[in-house]
């Protein structure tokens, strides 16, 4: 099992991924003769080793599924050590930093390893990650993963304050990423980290404050083309409903429009007569309609 090689079958001393449902799964490391208890009764390690990633695990009282690991279901099955970025975060940082196969990386801080098992994926197989983190049990931890995880070869963890004494690396990075309090502090050693031919720069603040801070000391240090993301997940509720039709014909109460039939064996004046009075309507009918419109007109344009 590796995080950036795939295999087909579970292998004893294999980290793996037990899903019990979608909210319901956990990171195991397979060792035979252990049980893991599960809400559907004990799982034997013995009943995992050998079976296609993928496939169907008897419990005592149900099923269990055994899926190969990735940095998705890493992160959401982590050992909390410090806060983490989460798959939504990690996905437009990856992007913003332009990261591919080759990479070299400098990250800070490296908290629980979420962000860093996704950098590795990524940069793998001929990048490399160079990580830092102050506190020093968390780098002791995070270093057995990676060789837990088969990925030690490629990334150096190392316990350093990069805001007070840098990264100790001159021009070898195409990329730097910061998740720090202060990360302005350590934005004029990044700038001797990145190479001399240009590279990328990510700073992730939770507060506004920090991003304007952060921003002020990037451009006086001469950084380029600075813009600030905010990724908000927004889940949509799909379902079924039903509309009533509306009616595809006219009202029984609506009104109707008659025609005056045309006048016939009349007599010149009759007709006449008739046609003034008609006049007559058609005049008393503009005057009243047309007044009644334009003072209405005039209150809804007052209103």
């Known amino acids: 099992m590796s995080f950036v090689c795939y295999s087909s079958t579970v292998q004893e001393s294999d980290r793996v991924i037990i899903f019990l449902g979608h909210s319901n799964t956990y990171a195991l490391t397979v060792k035979r003769g252990q049980v893991f208890q599960t809400r559907y009764g004990a799982l034997r390690h013995s009943d995992v080793v050998g079976k296609r990633y993928g496939s169907r695990v008897a419990c005592a009282k149900g099923w269990a599924y055994v899926l190969h690991i990735n940095p998705e279901l890493w992160t959401d099955n982590l050992p909390h050590r410090t806060q983490i970025l ?10 913003m930093l332009e990261l591919k196969p080759g990479s070299v990386v400098c990250e800070s801080g490296t908290g629980s390893g979420s962000l860093s098992h996704a950098i590795l994926r990524t940069i793998a197989p001929d990048g490399h990650l160079y990580t830092f983190d102050f506190h020093e049990q968390r780098v002791d931890k995070c270093r057995e993963e990676f060789v837990e995880h088969r990925v030690s070869e490629i990334v150096t963890a190392q316990c350093r304050d990069v805001c007070t004494h840098g990264f100790a690396l001159k021009h070898v990075a195409d990329a730097v990423f910061l998740d720090l309090p ?11 980290t990145i190479k001399l031919e240009g590279g990328r720069l990510c700073s992730f603040s939770p507060c506004i404050e920090q991003v304007q ?13 600075i813009s600030t993301v905010e990724c908000l997940l927004r889940s949509y509720d799909v379902r079924t409903i039903c509309l009533t039709e509306p009616p595809m014909y006219p009202s029984p109460r609506a009104p109707t429009h008659t ?3 045309p006048c016939e064996n009349l007599g010149d004046d009759e007709a006449s007569g008739r046609g003034d009075e008609g006049s007559g309507r058609g005049d008393e009918g503009t005057g009243v309609r047309g007044d009644e419109g334009s003072g209405r007109g005039d209150e809804g344009t007052g209103v």
Do not use: R
């Not at 989460?86 to 992007?95: G, R």
């Not at 202060?182 to 001797?192: D, G, T």
């Not at 801070?213 to 083309?225: H, P, R, W």
């Open 259 to 261: 025609s005056t039939p």
């Open 86 to 95: 989460y798959t939504t975060d990690i996905s437009m940082v990856v992007l």
């Open 213 to 225: 801070e952060t921003v002020k000391c990037l451009i006086q240090q001469g950084f380029t083309e």
């Open 182 to 192: 202060l990360p302005w502090q350590a934005i004029p050693h990044a700038k001797n």
